[in-house]
């Protein structure tokens, strides 16, 4: 009996689901997730303004703050993915660029972004 091949998704696959599509693309795969409860929603809903106000009653400009363990952590992940590539280290820093899934990826994401505010506008 023949096998099936299952199909290679990339990530411009990934980019062009719907928005309200909740998927992650997994070794070249989607994987489908159920919508998040409505508890998930209230709880992510509140730490999302508790979190929020801690910044602005700690912040002169609300700016947020990113310490090393979190930016070494994506930098790391993105590496990994073959985001970004490391260029050179200079005394105790790396220095990285953009690779072309990087650049691939970086303006799907930002043609996601407009949709949103489009749809955010629409909205109103």
């Given amino acids: ?9 990339t ?6 689901l719907p928005d309200d599509i909740h ?6 795969q989607i994987v489908y997730m159920a919508a ?3 508890i998930h929603q209230i709880i992510s809903s509140e730490l999302h303004f508790a979190i929020n106000n801690y910044i602005k009653s700690k912040s002169i400009c ?3 703050k990113i310490s090393p363990g979190t930016l070494y952590g994506s930098l790391s992940k993105m590496e990994k993915d073959g985001l970004i590539q490391l260029m050179r280290e200079e ?12 650049t691939q990826v970086l303006d ?3 043609k996601r972004i407009e949709r949103l505010y489009q749809s955010m506008m629409e909205a109103k």
């Fill in 1 to 9: 009996m023949p096998s099936l091949q299952e199909k290679y998704y």
């Fill in 108 to 110: 799907l994401e930002m």
């Fill in 62 to 64: 609300a700016e947020i």
């Fill in 91 to 102: 005394e105790n820093r790396k220095i990285y660029c953009i690779t072309a899934l990087g």
């Fill in 11 to 16: 990530i411009e696959d990934f980019y062009n």
């Fill in 36 to 38: 998040p409860s409505s």
């Fill in 23 to 28: 998927a992650e693309l997994i070794n070249g």
